[in-house]
Structures are given as structure tokens and as C-alpha cells.
């Protein structure tokens, strides 16, 4: 006959939980759970003790079958860590081991309970290997899932920040780009672009290519969204920055922007400038010093 595993782990488990626990907790801090300073040690044991007492309830309740309603609490708990420490910048290998180090704790209490009876051993560490593995993975997903969450939000807040509209002056605004335009991103730069020319009711937009490394189709696309959107608002655009490689591939592709261009942003400027009827005059240095007494 033979020996039902689940029965095992359950009795294992139920008579040695305390030295199951504190097993687990020498183990997690000797693989440097506390060494990061990312957790305290007070947080890890509760942590620790909340979730092998659902453990425990969810085998009395429904054994190993670890997809089971039993196991909603232990799912959520793990889930909520899991999350936790994707936040606070623990890697997937710390993360995976905090359910993953169970097992070895768990196995020699199989060995402290069975004694010399290996098929009772045998049977329940194959049931706590099987059920472990599932809830590993499940922190493994919930992990992933997180910090992928995380990453986005951090290349939002990039991109807001890599696309600042600057008041050059009254009614003229500039627009540098840095690094290369998608679809998203162009999304983010037509929205400050178009907000800017409301707030400051600004007359001429000067978007700067300086920092944008090429220039194909696609990104001559996204420029004529920006610029497209910009002159419905009532901006005037013009480019800046575009270097000699850049004018030859666009020429060669055959990209054409429709818009008055610069080869700097100085250039850009002094443009915007005459084109609302201002001019910079240079002072005489007497002038100058006349002015400063």
C-alpha cells in the first residue's frame, strides 16, 4: 500500500512547526535576507511565522492541492510580499528563496518524524516539494509582474523629465529632445508641448533635435504629430539641430518636414525673435558702464 505523502507533511508540519520555524529563520538570514538593510529582522520573522501558520491551515484544509480555496489567504499573504520586496529592490533569487529555503527545514523534520521509515520520508518530501515549488513560482510571478509595474512607471517619470518645455522668452518656447521618439514618448512630448503653449500663449515653438541621434521616418513622423498639433493651438514651430548626417539621411530618404529649420538653437532663437518683432542690440562696454553706476 502506498504511503499517502499529504498525511505525512501534515503531521510533520502540525507537530514541528516551532522547529520548522526556526529552521527557516536561521537559513533565511544566513543566506542574507538582513544584510541589505532592506528588511528588519522583526518584520522577516513575522513574516515568516504568518506564513507557515497558513501553510499548515491550508494542508489541514486541502492537502498539497495547492490551487484549492484553502490556500487564498497564503496566496495573497505571499503575493503582498512578494510585491513588497519588488519595491524595496530585493532580487528575483532572494525573493524565490524565501519560500524556496522552506523546503530544507521541512525535510529534516520529515527525518525527526518518520524515522528510519523512508518510504513515509520519501512520500512526504515529494508532496512538500511539489506544493513549495507551486507557491515559489507563484512569488516568482508576482515578483516579475511588480517590478515590470515598477519599471514602467520609472520610464514614465524618464520621460517626463527627458522632455521639459523651457520659456526662452515671451511667446517663444523651446522644446530639447534627447534620445530617441516613439510612439509613447511622442504622446508625452505633444502633451507638455501643447499644455506650454497654453499656459504661456506662446507664438513660436522651437523644437531642438540636437540630442537625438537619428532621424528616420518613423521619428520625422512623430516630429510632424508634434509640430502638426503644435500650429492647431496657434504655434508657429521651428527645428533646431538638425546635424549635416542627419540632413543627408533625411534627404536620402526622402523625409521632408514642411517646417522652417536651424542648423542650432541660437539660430532658432534669433528667428523667433525677429519673427515677433524683437531684436537684441549689443550695448557699447561704455554704455555698459554708464548703465551699471
Known amino acids: 500500500m502506498a504511503t ?11 507537530r514541528e512547526e516551532r522547529a520548522i520555524l526556526d529552521g527557516w529563520l536561521g537559513l533565511l538570514k544566513a543566506n542574507g535576507s538582513l544584510r541589505s538593510g532592506r528588511i528588519r529582522e522583526a518584520e ?42 519588488a519595491i524595496q529592490g530585493f532580487t528575483p533569487t532572494d525573493t524565490a528563496n524565501f519560500v524556496l529555503s522552506l523546503k530544507e527545514p521541512i525535510f529534516d523534520a520529515l527525518g525527526r518524524v518518520s524515522g528510519q521509515d523512508a518510504s513515509q520520508v520519501a512520500a512526504g518530501t515529494w508532496s512538500a516539494s511539489k506544493v513549495l515549488d507551486q507557491l515559489g513560482l507563484l512569488t516568482m510571478e508576482v515578483f516579475l509582474q511588480s517590478r515590470e509595474e515598477v519599471i514602467g512607471r520609472q520610464g514614465e517619470e524618464i520621460a517626463e523629465l527627458s522632455t521639459p518645455v523651457v520659456r526662452l522668452w515671451d511667446g517663444i518656447l523651446a522644446l530639447p529632445l534627447i534620445g530617441t521618439l516613439d510612439s509613447a514618448r511622442t504622446g508625452v512630448v505633444m502633451e ?35 509640430i502638426a498639433a503644435a500650429r492647431l493651438m496657434g504655434a508657429d514651430c521651428i527645428v533646431s539641430g538638425i546635424r549635416p548626417q542627419i540632413a543627408q539621411t533625411m534627404v ?35 554704455a555698459l558702464d554708464d548703465a551699471r553706476r
Do not use: C, M, W
Open 252 to 286: 536620402h530618404l526622402g523625409v521632408e518636414l514642411n517646417v522652417v529649420s536651424k542648423a542650432t538653437l541660437a539660430d532658432a532663437f534669433g528667428l523667433a525673435l525677429r519673427r515677433t518683432g524683437r531684436v537684441v542690440v549689443r550695448k557699447a562696454p561704455a
Open 192 to 226: 507638455n508641448l501643447l499644455q506650454a503653449i497654453v499656459d504661456e500663449e506662446a507664438e513660436i515653438a522651437i523644437i531642438d533635435i540636437t540630442g537625438v541621434p537619428t532621424v528616420d521616418t518613423l521619428v520625422a513622423q512623430h516630429l510632424l504629430k508634434a
Open 4 to 14: 499517502d505523502g499529504t498525511k505525512v507533511l501534515i503531521e510533520t508540519v502540525t
Open 44 to 85: 522577516l520573522e513575522t513574516q515568516a511565522k504568518s506564513v507557515l501558520a497558513q501553510f499548515r491551515d491550508a494542508l489541514g484544509s486541502a492537502g498539497t492541492d495547492e490551487t484549492a480555496d484553502a490556500y487564498g489567504t497564503l496566496h495573497d499573504t505571499l503575493a503582498n510580499i512578494s510585491r513588497s520586496r
